[in-house]
């Protein structure tokens, strides 16, 4: 799409019309369609000459590391001496079948793999041998485990869900994380297991070999590969494959293995980017994009290390795109925007941003990654790393001193427009979180983790939430059934959205906005969208025109225009918050920001036609934890009801400071 002029007072129109393509249909293939398994043969370094990270036996690369990091990585360390490895019952696996709980047993899982990785960071900090027995009894534990993935994944064997089958090792995602944190061990510490014994090694080669490589090469099935085309993948294919390649490089000597297991990963990754929104937009949220665009890049990052820079795509505009979605997205105090199964707040990935910010030579980027990396670390409080996450962990510890030193900068923009996503971002002012924030979406009912949101909206006042998108729940087995949209924080009644002849929006790739428009300028942004296809036949919607428009430095109205085929119950209009809604006076509810934000933020008012519109509020206690880490206690919900049953008709709302 050809870019516009940013001058004042030109706006800025992209109209998405149903019968024009925003992109070809032609897949890019920007990996496999670039280099063929030629030049990966010629290109690609063997095992032995491959060194990515220093080994534990390179003294000065680790003995230069700050005090620091030192301290919480060997303090770490010590907890875990002596440790007693955590047992994996069979009926702890079974819950997940029997009451729909995946989490026992993922904790019991994950704690195993955390415990390995932080001996093993504490092993190569200190180098004096007295962690090598916890980490050879912890290898031992997780190679006699008879599956490395969990429950909620062991659909994939031809027993379906069940306990696991050891004669049929499947690849899922926490298997191929397994598979990681195992190789990495393997290189660090590969001769120093040799004098606890020499067949640690033997057994950590044999196992990633039969369980990961030889099953991720031999196999084309697994969904996430992309390669039978039944779906779409999502941020499982990268974040998996980046497991794999390290696998791969890490353990596999046989080198023509090497080379067809690294071109079939590229061929996987290519069926990642190539229906990837071509605006870098993740429709799966800022959490996620750790795992699909920040995988991506632990990808590529190994290729081109492995191919001593011969395998590079990172001057593709769609890999810079996808890098910069994550500071585009930002709010402030720690929020981004929160569609789909994403938490409104987390720490923001400031490792993996760096990095990628500097792949691709984007200084903003980088900056953004420090902005997060001296929220939350300090230069003396002693610091550890999450020992499941091996690789990322040394790349963090290998770039520590470096971003610690760059100059942290947080200057957001106006905003941005997400065309192919279908989702903008607005703020008051250039350059501060002060005044009103807007984001909104279109899109469709069929995006990756989705939600019935089409024509949701979120609004922020001072760079905090007032208008909000919940987020979601703790996963269990109903997240990802055929009951998905029976959970509450999923349906669009719980969105801030219509609700119509009773009936709520519909999940599937056909329930979608339509003649989405969008113009914005220095002083004004304007978003318009048809919901009526959002919603099933029995809403009995003909048109609905949802407006939504963002004075800057002044207030943000939202009017929806709608003609129905029938007008049999009222219509409903939900609006989530997680600060008190009170009525201030008739027509006019304040949101009290002030008394939940400590006066960091403006109270909001929402402004109402009093005499067409009733007010309910409703308080749901927030008990799930996941939901809790977030808005605390409780959210609120606002239901506006039609006082009269109109098939066609006009409602407005204002939001001001």
């Known amino acids: 799409m050809k870019l516009l002029s940013k001058k004042i007072n030109i706006y800025i129109i992209i109209l998405f019309i149903s019968s024009i393509a925003v992109a070809s249909d032609e897949p890019m293939n920007l990996l496999s369609g670039s280099y063929t398994q030629q030049d990966v043969a010629n290109a690609l370094l063997t095992a032995e000459e491959w060194h990515h990270r220093p080994t534990s036996s390179e003294r000065d690369a680790w003995d230069s590391l700050s005090e620091i990091l030192r301290k919480g990585i060997v303090t770490k360390g010590e907890s875990l001496l002596n440790c007693e490895w955590p047992s994996l019952p ?39 041998g007295r962690f090598l027995d916890d980490i050879a009894n912890g290898i031992w534990a997780i190679c006699e485990e008879t599956y490395w993935g969990v429950p909620a994944h062991v659909g994939f064997q031809k027993w379906g869900k069940n306990l696991p089958d050891v004669t049929e090792p499947t690849v899922d995602l926490f298997a191929a994380q397994t598979g990681s944190i195992l190789a990495w061990t393997y290189y660090l510490l590969k001769d120093k297991l040799d004098t606890v014994s020499p067949l640690i090694n033997e057994r950590l080669e044999y196992e990633i070999e039969r369980r990961i490589i030889d099953v991720c090469l031999e196999r084309e099935d697994f969904w996430w590969m992309g390669l039978n085309k039944e779906r779409i993948v999502n941020n ?68 081109y290390s ?68 001296h929220k939350t670390y300090s230069d003396n409080k002693p610091v550890s790393f999450p020992g499941m996450w091996l690789g990322r962990s040394l790349a963090s510890i290998f770039n520590w001193k470096e971003l610690n030193e ?60 007032a208008v909000i ?30 609700t119509i002849n009773g009936v709520m929006q519909k999940n599937g ?60 119950k009222p219509l409903q209009y939900t609006l989530m918050t997680w600060a008190e809604p009170v009525i201030d006076k008739k027509g006019t509810l304040r949101i009290k920001l002030a008394d939940r934000t400590d006066n960091a933020a403006r109270d909001v008012l929402i402004t109402y036609d009093n005499n067409s519109l009733s007010i309910d509020i409703e308080s749901i206690e927030t008990n799930d934890v996941q939901l809790k880490s977030v808005w605390q206690d409780k959210v609120y919900r606002i239901l506006f009801t039609e006082k009269s049953l109109k098939s066609k008709g006009e409602n407005k709302i204002k939001i001001t400071q």
């Open 406 to 465: 760059t100059k942290p900068i947080f200057t957001p923009d106006l905003g941005y427009w997400f065309y192919d996503l279908q989702v903008l971002t607005a703020r008051s002012q250039a350059g501060t979180s002060k005044g009103l924030y807007l984001a909104a979406k279109g899109g469709h009912n069929k995006e990756s983790h989705n939600h019935n949101d089409v024509g949701n909206f979120l609004v922020y006042s001072d760079g905090y939430p």
């Open 236 to 303: 499982w294919n990268p974040w998996i494959c980046s497991n794999w390649l390290t696998c791969v490089l890490l353990v596999e000597k046989d080198q023509e293995k090497r080379v067809a297991s690294v071109y079939k990963i590229m061929r996987c990754l290519d069926e990642f980017t190539n229906p990837y929104p071509k605006d870098g937009g993740c429709d799966e949220g800022p959490k996620y994009w750790g795992h699909a665009g920040g995988s991506l890049y632990d990808n590529l990052e190994l290729l």
């Open 90 to 128: 069979a009926t702890v696996f079974l819950e997940y079948v029997r009451n729909g709980n995946r989490v026992n047993f993922q904790e019991l899982s994950f704690e195993r793999r955390h415990m390995l990785g932080s001996l093993v960071l504490a092993e190569c900090m200190e180098n004096k």
């Open 469 to 498: 998108d919940v987020g979601v729940e703790t996963y269990t087995k109903k997240t990802f059934s055929e009951q998905r949209y029976e959970i509450w924080t999923m349906q669009s009644a719980y969105h801030n959205l219509p």
């Open 306 to 373: 492995a191919t001593n820079g011969k395998i590079d795509i990172s001057d593709q505009p769609l890999i810079q795109e996808i890098g910069r979605y994550i500071y585009r997205v930002y709010i402030d105090n720690g929020y981004f925007i929160n569609f789909a199964d994403a938490p409104a707040k987390f720490g923001g990935h400031p490792f993996i941003t760096y990095r990628y910010g500097k792949a691709i030579g984007d200084e903003i980027m980088q900056s953004f990654a420090a902005y997060h990396f």
């Open 509 to 568: 790739r056909q329930f979608e906005s339509t003649d989405v428009q969008y113009k914005s300028n220095k002083k004004q942004v304007q978003f318009e969208l048809n919901l009526a296809k959002a919603y099933p036949k029995d809403a009995g919607v003909q048109s609905w025109k949802r407006q939504i428009t963002f004075n800057r430095n002044k207030d943000i109205t939202l009017v929806d225009q709608y003609n129905l085929e029938k007008s049999e």
